[in-house]
């Protein structure tokens, strides 16, 4: 399969968008103070590291078709409010709040790049793709909202 410049360029720009995620998620699953905000960072990151993988194989040619559902990050986030102390869930709130925006910003530009590619398979692969970057912002948005730290 042959990408025009354009397809290439764009994916080339969200292959960086990935490896950042994954390297913020990566830095952030290790400074979260609440156990299950850890733990969502971490299946986060797993999801990116697969988008990433993604990314690469169409980059390297492959016509991907994803022809499952949204990962297993469908299932309802289930939140336990945080016991860690004041100046912690501040510092979670921060990584939170960042987490999220960055979740936004990936997710438009899948938005964006969609409309750019020819393949219908690969517009649904980077569909696939975008509807799992907002489930990422919906479960961040639920713990958020659970631990008071969404206004």
Known sequence: MTLTAKETTLL???????????????????EACDPTL????????????????????????EEVKTT?????????????????????????AFLCKDALSMEKHVSSVYDTTIFEFTSPTLRDTLNHIQKEEQIHGEQLYQYMSCNNMYS
């Open 68 to 92: 499952t559902t949204p990962s297993a990050e469908t299932e309802k986030f289930s939140c336990q409010p945080s016991s860690c102390s004041q100046d912690a869930k501040q510092k979670d």
């Open 38 to 61: 850890k733990a969502l960072f971490g299946k986060i990151k797993t999801t990116e590291q697969n988008h990433l993988q993604t990314i690469n194989r169409i980059l390297g040619g």
């Open 12 to 30: 080339t720009d969200l292959k960086s968008q990935e490896q950042l995620c994954i390297e913020k998620y990566t830095k952030y699953e290790n």
